[in-house]
């Protein structure tokens, strides 16, 4: 099928990637010059497991192209793919300016009839305005246009797997619009290993889909948080409790583990707009609103234990490794290490940082602090150098392997505080290290 990708961010690149992947004709466009010149020259702006790969493959088969020239994207293409990004406004609300200009724009330059998707993460009720909002615009019926929701669940660190292999396509679709219902499950049939994962629903049901699913994996993050803070109190230990309760199949293990609070492009902005979109309806969102509460308070968590274990913060200096909001991902937005390091500075302390990726976005953020207090280092024992502590922040493989004479060697005092709970806490008190992590 021939396909446009509007916006090549983390989802509309993987996307057209992927799609590219099953012989589909892809092109890209991007109103950022800057990234769709880095693309064109087979560069990736942003990191994924294997996307180089994959994205080298479709360029020399000729299957993905990228472009400024919104024309050529869409005379080009029958599907239409929205992707751009869907941020945050001022009053907590998604921001849909960049998806209304790219639409207004498509509708511009469409001469014939299209299917728009909508991949980006809309609040519910969005595709209609869409739809309205097009028939006003094209009052001349130059072009048909079809709206359909498919929002995308990939997850960055392994974005790339989760569109190959996903656990279940979701489509909203008119109940009338056999058309669409047919092309995409031609479009998708390669895709899923079994068809029973394409769950096809009215839009408003698919859009509400998306933020529910990330609104309840937020809860479970902010639920054992809030656990692991009462654990710290009373001195138990989390990992424990997190045995106890995960052995449990209506519990289970995953998103069962405490940490720095949940950062990224998503979760802090959906659960926000949830809010937001309930309140629209008189409707006050307590499980969310605590939700979100306690992930403001939990990024400061860890900070707050570093200031109160040091008394004295003159001349502190402490070592922080991962910047990232999770492994496997260049993305800071909304990182806890954007937090973490602002709090501690704020309390006069030298921080020495390193980040396998992130190193680089991270020093652009502080770009205003001298590298005399917070500097940014290129390999993880280099950070440790002349530190009275480290605060582990994201758990990448890298940083599991600890060298602990190299580390006693490097380090003025043997501190550890472990923000993800990544760490053996007995084997670090056996090498006369002190041990903090979240709630043990
Ligand atoms: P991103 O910020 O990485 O990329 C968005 C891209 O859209 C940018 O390259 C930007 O230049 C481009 N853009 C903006 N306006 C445009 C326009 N008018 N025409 C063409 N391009 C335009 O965003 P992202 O992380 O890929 O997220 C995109 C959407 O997908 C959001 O709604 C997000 O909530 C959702 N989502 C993201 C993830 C994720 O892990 N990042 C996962 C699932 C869903």
Known sequence: MNIGIIGVGYVGLVTGVGFAHFKNKVVCFDIDQNKINHLNNGDLPIYEEG????????????????????????????????????????AGA?????????????????????????????????CDKIEKRINLSNDDNRSKFKVVSNPEFLKEGTALKDFLEPDRVVLGIDDSDYESSKVFFDLYAEIVSDQSLILVMPRRDAELTKYAANAMLATKISFINEI?????????????????????????????????????????????????????????SYVLGAVDKRNELQKKYLADKVKSFFFNKENVTVSIWGLSFKPNTDDIRCASSLDVITELLDSGFKIKAYDPISNASVEEY????????????????????????????????????????????????????????????????SHDWKYSGIGR
């Open 51 to 90: 996307l180089d790969e994959y994205l080298e493959k479709a360029i020399d088969s000729n299957l993905i192209s990228f472009t400024n020239n919104l024309d050529d994207c869409i005379s080009s293409s029958d599907i239409i793919f929205l992707c751009v990004g869907t941020p945050q406004d001022k």
């Open 228 to 284: 692991a803070v009462i654990s710290d109190k009373y001195d138990a230990d989390i990992k424990n409790i997190q045995k106890g309760i995960g052995a449990d199949p209506r519990i289970g293990y995953e998103f069962l583990n405490p940490g720095c609070g949940y950062g990224g492009s998503c979760f802090p902005k959906d659960v926000k707009a949830l809010i937001n979109k309930a309140k629209e309806k008189n409707i006050e």
């Open 94 to 126: 998604a921001d849909l300016k960049y998806l209304i200009k790219a639409v207004d724009d498509i509708v511009e330059v469409a001469k014939k009839d299209l299917i728009l998707v909508c991949k980006s993460t809309v609040p519910v009720g969005t």
């Open 366 to 429: 502080f770009n205003d602090i001298g590298s005399d207090i917070l500097s940014f280092e290129i390999n993880k024992y280099d950070a440790l150098k002349e530190s009275h502590g480290l605060i582990l922040l994201t758990e990448w493989d890298e940083f599991k392997s600890f060298d602990f004479s190299k580390a006693d060697d490097l380090m003025l005092s043997k501190n550890i505080f472990d923000g993800r709970n990544f760490y053996d806490k007995d084997e670090f008190l």
